[in-house]
């Protein structure tokens, strides 16, 4: 998370203007806070990309918990580009027996915890309370929890959350955990003719493939095959 947040301010004191990079090497700037408003074509009758116009954000809420809005007294940015890349849309699915906030593309929760459809309803009405009824023994996290939105350490922390709101429910015996399951796995996965690879086995495979990238001069070589991996779990339990 350290890491990521030099990388934000360093992004932040650097942006310059593309005239100013030089052609022997290239750099890449996360501009943050812009939202694209239109896609401005070229003056020729190409039709080509030439520009696109972004509205500014402005971060509002607490600490840890904000999230990013139009900044209205802002002017908008036109930043010249001549190759737009989509990335991949979000949306929660459907999961049958669970409610689904179609406006916010998530599943209504209280701190992870799911929200049930009496309470869900009191709080599309009165958005200011507190939700009061929840589904103890029913959690959510990531985008799932909060909709499409944040970083890796927004979503690491919104994790915690989840888990610790579980484990409070557990010491106060909200709910009681099922028996570990572990024994009907691995008695599935042998019905179906599927190997277990525990922690300690990959760890071995792990192993091998840093030594076998050491010798190429990369960090590591991946093993593809399923029966390579596996021939050197067996090789490392024979030893």
Known sequence: MEALRELRVITCDEVQTVSNIQDTYRRIFLRFL????????????????????????????????????????????????????????????????????????RVPNSNGCILSEVSFKLLQLHPQKSPGFV??????????????????????????????????????????PKEDPIDAIKSQMKTIGKQIVTFNEWVKVDHYEVEKGRSTNVPRVKYRDPKEFFDIISKTSSL
């Open 34 to 105: 812009l939202s694209p408003l239109e896609f401005l074509k070229s003056d020729d009758s190409t039709s080509r990309l030439s520009a696109i116009k972004y509205g500014r954000n402005r971060l509002v809420g607490k600490e840890f918990v904000q999230k990013a809005e139009p900044n209205l007294k802002a002017p908008n940015e036109v930043l010249p580009c001549d190759l737009l890349l989509r990335s991949i849309g979000y949306g929660t699915p459907l999961l049958e027996g669970l409610l689904h906030d179609d406006k916010e593309m």
């Open 135 to 176: 589904e103890v023994g029913l959690y959510v996290s990531g985008w799932a929890k909060n909709g499409a939105k944040g970083v890796v350490d927004s979503s690491f922390r919104d994790s915690i959350e989840t888990v610790l709101n579980m484990k409070n429910h557990h010491l106060k015996g909200y709910f009681t």
